[in-house]
T-cell receptor, first 117, second 116 residues
Framework: NAGVTQTPKFQVLKTGQSMTLQCAQDMNHEYMSWYRQDPGMGLRLIHYSVGAGITDQGEVPNGYNVSRSTTEDFPLRLLSAAPSQTSVYFC????????????????FGQGTRLTVV | AQSVAQPEDQVNVAEGNPLTVKCTYSVSGNPYLFWYVQYPNRGLQFLLKYITGDNLVKGSYGFEAEFNKSQTSFHLKKPSALVSDSALYFCAVRPTYGGSQGNLIFGKGTKLSVKP
């Protein structure tokens, strides 16, 4: 059982380049999300999805796109990278997040360290 | 705005001594409360959670946390610290209603350093 898998682990981009961060989970979780972690800022929610075909914006969505065509995959796209997007990105999944399932914990991937020069 | 505060950027403890990492929150209603730990260059690992019931919850690796509703706090504790406990600790809250319902709101993290 792999859990949440993120690829790549490291990436360097030039300003203006595009790329996709991959995230896959094998736990049949409905809820998936993307966070960015910056020093002294904690984790901030970028986008999330409560199921296949449903996505919504989080706290810091600008410059990022997502889609959820399957339950397993939730890729994060940077359309035109900027130095301000240099960060560590984490994907997470949960069995549920609302109602009686709201108390279930989230599982995190190992992270992608992105540098934009 | 809903928020989670971890007032200490760093906590230093001697091995064998008790440790406390503080967390307070400003979230409406009765949110779910979590603690996660992050070791260097790793993802976040779940430690424990409060859903309902007893205010003292026990989790992984000997950690426990005390929920105080009147103070809206959820402090992480361990009776005897180990050097291997040195890591970054995050408190997180999941609101049960409102615009952020279902999403985790994280504190900024507290770096725990345990010296031999």
């Amino acid at each position: 059982n792999a859990g949440v898998t993120q690829t790549p682990k490291f990436q360097v981009l030039k300003t203006g380049q595009s790329m996709t961060l991959q995230c896959a989970q094998d736990m049949n979780h409905e809820y998936m999300s993307w966070y960015r972690q910056d020093p002294g800022m904690g984790l901030r929610l970028i986008h999330y999805s409560v199921g296949a075909g449903i996505t919504d914006q989080g706290e810091v969505p600008n410059g990022y796109n997502v889609s959820r065509s399957t339950t397993e995959d939730f890729p994060l796209r940077l359309l035109s990278a900027a130095p301000s997007q240099t960060s560590v990105y984490f994907c997470a999944s949960s069995y549920a997040t609302r109602g009686t399932g709201g108390g279930t914990e989230a599982f995190f991937g190992q992270g992608t360290r992105l540098t934009v020069v | 705005a809903q928020s989670v505060a971890q007032p200490e950027d760093q906590v230093n403890v001697a091995e064998g001594n008790p440790l406390t990492v503080k967390c307070t929150y400003s979230v409406s209603g009765n949110p779910y409360l979590f603690w996660y730990v992050q070791y260097p260059n790793r993802g976040l690992q779940f430690l424990l959670k409060y859903i309902t019931g007893d205010n003292l919850v026990k989790g992984s690796y000997g950690f426990e946390a005390e929920f105080n509703k009147s103070q809206t706090s959820f402090h992480l504790k361990k009776p005897s610290a180990l050097v291997s406990d040195s890591a970054l600790y995050f408190c997180a809250v999941r609101p049960t209603y409102g615009g952020s319902q279902g999403n985790l709101i994280f504190g900024k993290g507290t770096k725990l350093s345990v010296k031999p």
